[in-house]
């Protein structure tokens, strides 16, 4: 599926943490350990999480996000987008809920993204994120060690 969709948007609590634990093992399958339902319980309960859940039209999860706001910033903790609706539109309108968010809390966003996942940089760039560090063999895959990229957008 390479058309563009509508998908709605919802902020969610713990009671998704099933949910987001699927798509989290769906959207990073073969690249990362999914995540456990009780590891997204964990993460929503942290100060100034929180979650949001895109849908289709028949409000089958389509993706997730997970950003976290304190200390002056906006952390995106993850978002991740099931295989079926990539190149959709859900991973930029779960990117842009959370940038509106740091906007009107005017804090800058960070995240980390493996610098071999091509299409999530691509978005980031897309959005005006700019490297600001980087860390070595971060991340553990198959083939080897792969980097984390730090990038930072300011509002």
């Known amino acids: 599926m390479s058309s563009r969709q509508e998908f709605a948007l919802s ?3 713990e009671a998704y943490a099933a949910v987001l634990s699927e798509l989290h093992a769906a959207a990073f399958a073969g690249t990362t ?3 456990s339902a009780d590891a997204f319980v964990k993460l929503m309960a942290m100060p100034g999480a929180v979650a949001w859940l895109a849908t289709d039209r028949e409000q089958i999860p389509a993706g997730f996000a997970l950003a976290r706001t304190g200390s002056g910033e906006c952390e995106i903790i ?3 987008v099931d295989p079926g609706v990539r190149r959709c ?3 930029e309108r779960l990117l842009d809920r959370i940038l509106s968010s740091a906007l009107q809390a005017q ?3 960070i995240l980390e993204v493996a610098a071999d996942n091509i299409a999530a940089i691509s978005l980031y760039d897309a959005s005006g994120f700019v490297e600001a560090g980087r860390r070595r063999h971060y991340y553990r ?5 792969v980097d984390a990229l730090i990038l930072r957008k300011d509002s």
Do not use: F, N, T, Y
């Open 11 to 13: 902020e969610v609590d």
């Open 33 to 35: 350990d999914a995540w």
């Open 78 to 80: 993850v978002i991740g």
């Open 89 to 91: 539109g859900v991973g």
């Open 107 to 109: 804090v800058p966003v």
């Open 141 to 145: 895959r198959s083939s080897g060690p």
